[in-house]
């Protein structure tokens, strides 16, 4: 769990989301048969997931998120 307090830092909470929810995925990856497209398709996923949690708040979004593609 995070050690920040309960009533700020909701930037750092959906960081920290993204990453909990990629940790378990590239696990499955690594016993996958190809796991590079496996990642890639992990990373992706949570990365559009993170970046529509930060579109949907009224605070400046990550840097990576007003990027698109293979940016």
């Keep these: 769990p995070l050690l920040l ?3 700020a830092f909701a930037h ?5 989301a993204a990453l909990a929810a ?3 995925r ?3 990856c690594c ?3 190809s796991p590079l ?3 890639r398709r ?3 996923d949570v990365l559009d997931g993170f970046c529509t949690d930060e579109f949907g708040v009224k605070t400046r979004q990550f840097h990576c998120c007003r990027r698109s593609g293979a940016a």
């Design 12 to 16: 750092l909470r959906r960081q920290a």
């Design 5 to 7: 307090p309960p009533t």
């Design 22 to 24: 990629l940790r378990p």
């Design 42 to 44: 992990a990373w992706t």
């Design 37 to 39: 497209p496996c990642a």
């Design 26 to 28: 590239m696990s499955d």
């Design 31 to 33: 016993r996958h048969h």
